[in-house]
T-cell receptor, first 113, second 114 residues
Framework: GENVEQHPSTLSVQEGDSAVIKCTYS??????FPWYKQELGKRPQLIID?????GEKKDQRIAVTLNKTAKHFSLHITETQPEDSAVYFC????????????FGTGTQLKVEL | GAGVSQSPSNKVTEKGKDVELRCDPI?????LYWYRQRLGQGLEFLIY????????KSGLPSDRFSAERTGESVSTLTIQRTQQEDSAVYLC????????????FGPGTRLTVT
């Protein structure tokens, strides 16, 4: 089955700096890659997603890139703010696998003042 | 509109007891998922319901775990003879379409087995 690895497990940046979180996946049939943000004690919320027919997608300060050949995708947050502090999860969905998502183990992002 | 709701929000049970967790998906969402999140860990897929199709049970960790869904509405996740390693947050999610819709998560049920 699909396996998703996520790095780093923790990331600390200064306010205003950029943050990058990287994920790799194993199944070349994966076609959808969402990113979820989970604040402490709250439910995961989708912040951005990308499908396998595009290489990059941007939404304000957040961008995701996908390299299908290398089977990796990354989340980029620019001009980080304290409210960006949370755990971020990447996920992948395999074509024909219903809508089941396989999640990475998460990255604890801390934005320091 | 109302999002995904789950009940109870917290459940403490003794080892060996059965528990039942409930999920109310967003109205009209045909797909429903259960995930387990252990402390400090990622989300682990358990089971997936899509319309009237047979559920994908491939993530259930043992035969102590089962889930049902009535039509396209409420789902219950049952854990029989609970063990301490079952302690986790159980998250439910729903989506409008099985293969293309964003998954919306509920607040979760925090299960503690003592």
């Amino acid at each position: 089955g699909e396996n998703v690895e996520q790095h780093p497990s923790t990331l600390s940046v200064q306010e205003g700096d950029s943050a990058v979180i990287k994920c790799t996946y194993s199944d070349s049939a994966s076609n959808y890659f969402p990113w979820y943000k989970q604040e402490l004690g709250k439910r995961p919320q989708l912040i951005i997603d990308i499908r396998s027919n595009v290489g990059e997608k941007k939404d304000q300060r957040i961008a995701v890139t996908l390299n299908k050949t290398a089977k990796h995708f990354s989340l980029h947050i620019t001009e980080t703010q304290p409210e960006d502090s949370a755990v971020y999860f990447c996920a992948a969905r395999v074509t024909g696998g219903g809508n089941k998502l396989t999640f990475g183990t998460g990255t604890q992002l801390k934005v320091e003042l | 509109g109302a999002g995904v709701s789950q009940s109870p929000s917290n459940k403490v049970t003794e080892k060996g007891k059965d528990v039942e967790l409930r999920c109310d998906p967003i109205s009209g969402h045909t797909a429903l998922y259960w995930y387990r999140q252990r402390l400090g860990q990622g989300l682990e897929f358990l089971i997936y319901f899509q319309g009237n199709s047979a559920p994908d049970k491939s993530g259930l960790p043992s035969d102590r775990f089962s889930a049902e869904r009535t039509g396209e509405s409420v789902s219950t996740l049952t854990i029989q003879r609970t063990q301490q390693e079952d302690s986790a947050v159980y998250l439910c999610a729903s989506s409008l379409y099985g293969s293309a819709g964003e998954q919306y998560f509920g607040p979760g049920t925090r299960l503690t087995v003592t």
